[in-house]
Nanobody, 126 residues
């Protein structure tokens, strides 16, 4: 059974940093693409960043480019999201997700992802 477990969320002041982790089990982690999504109250879930199996390709939402970095450790089945220069508008529940089609086509389309974590809350105060 595939399991994705996020951690690292919390409360931080604007300008601060957080590093999210997503530990994956029951899955051939190194073979598949992963992404981070977020959902703020009253808003649709949106793609934040994505990474290909060997980290050759990464994608970012315009709103986080230059501030967030997605990485992965294939040896330890872990996905990361380093978030710097956080803003109040980054406040949301953050989810990791993976897809089994070995692609990053339409990476922001949540319908293309087969497995999701339970989420970790990030709150940024001004």
């Amino acid at each position: 059974q595939v399991q994705l477990v996020e951690s690292g969320g919390g409360s931080v002041q604007a300008g601060g940093s957080l590093r999210l982790s997503c530990l994956v089990s029951g899955y051939t982690f190194s073979s598949y693409s992963f992404a981070w999504f977020r959902q703020a109250p009253g808003r649709e879930r949106e793609g934040v960043a994505a990474i290909s199996p060997r980290s050759m390709l990464t994608y970012y939402a315009d709103s986080v480019k230059g501030r967030f970095t997605v990485t992965r450790d294939n040896a330890n089945n872990t996905l990361y999201l380093q978030m710097d220069t956080l803003k109040p508008e980054d406040t949301a529940m953050y989810y990791c997700a993976t897809r089994t089609d070995r692609s990053l086509l339409d990476w922001t389309d949540e319908g293309r992802y087969n497995h999701w974590g339970q989420g970790t809350q990030v709150t940024v105060s001004s």
